[in-house]
T-cell receptor, first 114, second 116 residues
Framework: AQSVTQLGSHVSVSEGALVLLRCNYS??????LFWYVQYPNQGLQLLLK??????LVKGINGFEAEFKKSETSFHLTKPSAHMSDAAEYFC????????????FGTGTSLTVIP | DTGVSQNPRHKITKRGQNVTFRCDPI?????LYWYRQTLGQGPEFLTY????????KSRLLSDRFSAERPKGSFSTLEIQRTEQGDSAMYLC??????????????FGSGTQLSVL
């Protein structure tokens, strides 16, 4: 069974500061991992995905995430926050053997302070 | 590629009424998913289709919920005898699945259901 835990339901950073959103996963098999972003009144959009290739994954809008098996983590980072990054961020996991379900975390709301 | 389209965007209904939502996936996508999202929570899996076949349904899903994808294209989600607890955002997503991996979901903007 797969699941993800997102630590911190709300994160606030100053504009230009480092963004770090945490995600830990639980999986009985090597997982596929994803970060999705949801802007107000919009659907979820894929930011980046890990599918067992490079452990450091680069996504859109300057975000990246690193898969660390030893820590069962897939934290999302961005070196310098922009006001437009304010949104809800969801980590998700799927079983690459079946690909049937994506299990989402409870989300982290990112606020960027000017 | 016009994206995943969901209708209506908002639905207000009285408790006990039936409601139906529609999802039009990206045209070449063979998988279609329904999720439910409440405030402060991540999307919760309800069911999914591969082409016209409904392959999995969440055990949490009440018998009042039914979904169809009759021609393997658009899908409908019906909720019978709605309850206030059904109030949520209902999300549809689609993907192009090629064995062995399902790498990416494309989401619609959702249908916000309010049951009074």
């Amino acid at each position: 069974a797969q699941s993800v835990t997102q630590l911190g339901s709300h994160v606030s950073v100053s504009e230009g500061a480092l963004v770090l959103l945490r995600c830990n996963y639980s999986s009985s098999v090597p997982p596929y991992l994803f970060w999705y972003v949801q802007y107000p009144n919009q659907g979820l959009q894929l930011l980046l995905k890990y599918t067992s290739a490079a452990t450091l994954v680069k996504g859109i809008n300057g975000f990246e995430a690193e898969f660390k098996k030893s820590e069962t983590s897939f934290h999302l980072t961005k070196p310098s926050a922009h006001m437009s990054d304010a949104a809800e961020y969801f980590c998700a996991v799927s079983d690459p053997n079946t690909g049937n379900q994506f299990y989402f975390g409870t989300g982290t709301s990112l606020t960027v302070i000017p | 590629d016009t994206g995943v389209s969901q209708n209506p965007r908002h639905k207000i209904t009285k408790r006990g009424q039936n409601v139906t939502f529609r999802c039009d996936p990206i045209s070449e996508h063979n998988r279609l998913y329904w999720y439910r999202q409440t405030l402060g929570q991540g999307p919760e899996f309800l069911t999914y289709f591969q082409n016209e076949a409904q392959l999995e349904k969440s055990r949490l899903l009440s018998d009042r919920f039914s979904a169809e994808r009759p021609k393997g294209s658009f899908s409908t989600l019906e909720i019978q005898r709605t309850e206030q607890g059904d109030s949520a955002m209902y999300l549809c997503a689609s993907s192009l699945w090629r064995a062995p991996t399902n790498e990416k979901l494309f989401f619609g903007s959702g249908t916000q259901l309010s049951v009074l």
